[in-house]
Every structure is written in structure tokens, then in C-alpha cells.
């Protein structure tokens, strides 16, 4: 389930509020994304602010939305359970392709609460 929600050790951001209802135990299938074009030779640097309800772990990162989905950059993470900035950093070397900014959940607890605020992707040099 995906709202939008505060949260009260965030409270000056607007929150995206993620319930996990139904893990399989296999990262992509539960996943939340955006689409952005990833740029040959460009680097990028995925950062967010993340809490969740309890412990656990996650998958995050930008990689290509069709086969054969190459990363730019991704990380497997613990949950955090206080508010956390997070940094993930890649270069794309291939042609110009769409790409997602995922994080996915398919490995979460069922049932675990969590809020993502101020999520940015950049083009870096």
C-alpha cells in the first residue's frame, strides 16, 4: 500500500508511505519505481531520507527498466529504524536507455511500514 504520510521524526518533509503486504522473498516483485533516461557515460547519485517501522532489508537503486537491465547502481540495505539519508552512486556506460530508480521489497517483512522523503536522482560529473 503507498500513501503519502508524515512521519514524526520527519516532520518538515512530505513523506511517501510504503505498507508491505505480500513479500514472495524475491526482491522484484514488490517494487516501487520511477523512470529516468540514463545518459552514456553519465554518472548519477541516487540520495533519500528513509525510516522504517522495524528492522529488515531492502533492495535500492537505478538500473535499466528493459532487458538486459543493466545497473547504474544498486545496494541491498538494512532498513533503517531511525531516519537515515541514503547515497547510492553509479555511471551508465552504454548507449543512452530508460532507467528505474527502484526500491524493492519483495524480501521485506510482510507488514513493514516505510517512509521515504526527499528522494533525488542527479546527473553528477
Request: proline residues 7%.
Amino acid at each position: 500500500r503507498f500513501e503519502t504520510a508524515s512521519h514524526p521524526q520527519l516532520p518538515d518533509q512530505r513523506c511517501a508511505r510504503l505498507t508491505v503486504a505480500e513479500p514472495t522473498g524475491v526482491h522484484y516483485h514488490l517494487r516501487l519505481k520511477q523512470v529516468f533516461t540514463a545518459r552514456k557515460g553519465a554518472n548519477y547519485r541516487l540520495s533519500f531520507t528513509a525510516v522504517a517501522d522495524g528492522p529488515g532489508s531492502w533492495r535500492v537503486g537505478m538500473q535499466g527498466s528493459g532487458p538486459p537491465h543493466g545497473v547504474v547502481g544498486m545496494r541491498e540495505l538494512k532498513l533503517p529504524v531511525a531516519p537515515e539519508l541514503v547515497t547510492i552512486e553509479g555511471q551508465w556506460t552504454g548507449d543512452d536507455i530508460p532507467c528505474n530508480v527502484q526500491f524493492d521489497f519483495g524480501k521485506t517483512e510482510k507488514g513493514r511500514v516505510v517512509w521515504l522523503a526527499d528522494v533525488r536522482v542527479e546527473e553528477t560529473k
